[in-house]
């Protein structure tokens, strides 16, 4: 491989130019299309080697890693010593069918968790053949002119050709947590790698700034490729619930060997015989011991990831899926999230004169007509001009066509509505910065709130042209631009009063400005320079309809009890337009002293605060008033951040949106942080929890539904699970303590458990939401795993269980049946009311009858399986062999029908006494 595409060559002591001649490429317009297609071949895509996995044996051995799992062993390993060969073997078989069913859905949920991330599509934007282009970052070739901004994954090694501003978080690769400032200049030789300004390493994110590098190295020759780091490492299966599950594991291990110690014990003082006090003993402890918990707790949340994913929100940490059930507060950005970001300009007003500007979409087709609707030409109105100018030269975002005639933007939507307005009017993009190429800039900030970029041209002065957020742009002027040209004082109160105007009909409104009077002008401009020294030309006042879903969603979320709350850093009059059409009605204060103070960008209003508002707030006063409101506009990065804070002192469980690279701590903060998967920075992305493939608020309220059916669906299956349990356990100890004859062996035992939490138990996995599951208010996320209600069900199902069991055992015996036949007829019926009670699970309050029988095909399935294994261990005279099992008569079929009827009236009286308090 040629030594110049290796991460060894030091690209760092090369000039830029060097390291351009070195590559083969070209610093304006990057590399051909055909050139690009064989480095592609040459040297395959720009991925990272996989992390590596556990090996199959270390995941195989794992699932032995249970303490349920080795009292089971060591019951298997001393049932085998004591001669009781087909019991150990059928003990210990259960442990490997156990290991097998671990082993392959935890394969499984892993391999969905990688696929998931696949999801989250990484894009780069490099020059190719002269064109700015967006292209899946793993189609990086080295050569290629790469151009990175704040919020951006740096996609390869990049040698810095051009920068801004530029500092980038290295600490992925080189544990150094602040950021580092880059340059262009060349290092000596032997500079070590966290010093090398002129780098950009692959994996790293851009902090701040924009800039462009070529790509000196991709994939596995990265730096991140030699130290073979691969960033976001994978996701353990780990949640609260599964935690607080393994707790309760190792305190029932605990109890239930305690509880067979002293059974073994009493027994053996009662003199009864070794071999079948240890017998029952085994029996407790496998009886009492859920073996399908865990596969059970995997499989419902694989599926719960799987079908988010398929409404579009991944979860990129687990425990995500959980909080999500007990959300009770969404806050969510406006621009894209709950309007559509297709940005149109509207009105453009300028001192004097104002037009209207038709057409739709980025189509850049429109006329642009005065009051009267007559065309209006900007050549003739300096201040229209500079308007559409400055619009058109402040701006990194540039209009396609595809094939099928649409147009779309490349880069941010505000900005390519720019460029739309401005070839309405008849200012090419291409033309106009030939004829004025940009020589420095200011990015834009979310916390600055404008953008400024300077160009020379040929009849004139520099020219500095700014645009931005009408407060923020008029705090850099001098005065305003008349109509002739002239820079008249700046009367701000009119222009404050055009943007309200504006802003009420819920439109985006950006100043501009300009400063094309100084011949000094330095190269880059310098934001401490600006203040007080441009001119203001005009407003831009844009479209941004609210997502068709919006107000649907909105309003499933409030009927859930979940509030929902508006953080955006528009304007206030616009953001509250909006909010009204999405319905997000006024919330009313309590009290009056946490009521906003008088602002001029915003109107006083209950339920909107602006950024000044929470500034004014002291942290004791944020909480009530970040609760009462609903809409907060002009709000900082930082701001966001303490409004978490002050909810979550509320109480709240709190799920953020952000997409900018000053979102990430508020994103971290939050309970669940949700970032943008097409318009977010990868910075959010990796500070979120979870991100929406279509930056919709919609699927933020699909993704909390689906939370909440699997929270649901992992209680109906615990409340399945340990009533049948205990009930098992229950039946043996009566015969211990009792001193009677077992009713039911340990291998029948194995077989219920097994088979029954295979088949019927998991089969709750796949139970579809209930139809009122938004309809309740969100689950606390404290409440304990064994409610009382819960323990109360499990203490009667499993007393239905332990009455019901004996009297047909006793009732069998009674009639004369052998111990063989009366055994197999409490099996059957321990069976028997497992499923019945299967059905009562499907909803956890509402009766069986009303869910109705076919919503979850899987559960009749698993029934009828389970029906033909009872058949199959009941008649088949090998499974007789290994079970002690005997075939019986239909009158006993009849009886245990007529046991599990009653158990079925039990429960649905219980359940229809507690009806509303779930269990
Ligand atoms: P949201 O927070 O809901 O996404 P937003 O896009 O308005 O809303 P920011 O991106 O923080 O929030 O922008 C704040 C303000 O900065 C905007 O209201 C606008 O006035 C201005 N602005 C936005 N994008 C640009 C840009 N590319 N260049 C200059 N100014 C911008």
Known sequence: MCAAFTSTTTHHELTPHEVVELLSTDARNGLGDKTAHERLAQFGPNTLPRPARAGLLMRWLRQFHNPLIYVLLVCGAVTMAIGEVVDSSVIFAVVIVNAVVGFVQESRAEAALEGLRALIRTEARVVRDGEVRSVPSERLVPGDLVVVEAGDRVPADLRMVTLTELSADESSLTGESAPVSKNEVALPPDTAVADRRNMLYSGTLVTSGTGSGIAVATGANTELGEIHRLVGAADTLATPLTRKLAWFSRVLTVAIVALAAVTFVAGLLRATEGTNTFTAAVALAVSAIPEGLPAAVTVTLAIGVGRMARRRAVVRRLPAVETLGSTTVVCSDKTGTLTENQMTVQTVWTPGLAVDVHG?????????????????????????????????????????????????????????????????????????????????????????????????????????????????????????????????????????????????QGLRVLATAVRDDDPTDPADPDPDQLPGTLAFTGLQAMVDPPRASAADAVRACQRAGIAVKMITGDHAATAKAIAARIGLAPASPETDTASPKDNAASPKDNATLTGRDLAGMTDEELPEAANWASVFARVSPQQKLRLVEALQRQGH???????????????????????????????????????????????????????????????????????????????????????????????????????????????????????????????????????????????????????GTWWLFQWELSMGAELAEARTAAVNLVVAVEIVYLFSCRSLTQSPWRLGFLTNRWVLIGVAVQVVAQAAITYLPSANLIFDTAPVGWETWIRVAAIAAVATAIVAVDKRLRRGSAV
Request: proline share 7%; hydrophobic share 45%; with cysteine.
């Open 360 to 504: 739709s979409g980025f189509a850049p087709v429109g006329e642009i007509v005065d009051a009267s609707g007559t065309p209006v030409d900007p050549d003739q109105h300096p201040a229209l001009r500079w308007t559409l100018l400055a619009g058109l030269l402040c701006n990194d975002a540039s209009l396609r066509r595809s094939k099928d005639g649409q147009w779309s933007v490349v880069g941010d939507p505000t900005e390519g509505a720019m460029v739309a307005v401005a070839a309405k009017a008849g200012y090419d993009q291409n033309r106009t910065l030939a004829d004025m190429p940009r020589t420095g800039s200011i990015p834009f900030s979310s916390d600055r709130c404008y953008m400024a970029t300077r160009h020379t041209r040929p009849d004139g002065p520099p020219v500095v042209v700014v645009k931005g957020a009408v407060e923020q742009v008029l705090a850099l002027c001098r005065g305003r631009m008349s109509g002739a040209g002239e820079v008249d004082p700046l009367a701000a109160e009119e222009i404050l009063q055009a943007t309200s105007d504006l802003a009420d």
């Open 653 to 803: 469980v709190t799920a953020m949106t952000g997409d900018g690279v000053n979102d990430a701590p508020a994103l971290r903060r939050a309970d669940i942080g949700i970032a943008m998967g097409r318009s977010g920075t990868e910075v959010a992305k990796d500070s979120a929890d979870m991100v929406l493939t279509d930056d919709d608020f919609a699927t933020i309220e699909a993704a909390v539904e689906e939370g909440r059916g699997v929270f649901d669906n992992l209680t109906k299956f615990i409340a399945w699970t340990l009533p049948t349990n205990v009930g098992q356990g229950g039946v043996i100890l009566v015969a211990i303590l009792g001193g009677l004859t077992l009713p039911i062996l340990p291998v029948q035992i194995l077989w219920i458990n097994m088979t029954t939490a295979l088949v019927l138990g998991l089969m709750l996995a796949f139970e579809p939401k209930e139809r009122d599951i938004m309809e309740r208010p969100p689950r606390d996320p404290d409440r304990p795993l064994l409610t009382s209600a819960l323990t109360l069900r499990i203490l009667l199902v499993s007393t239905v269980m332990v009455v």
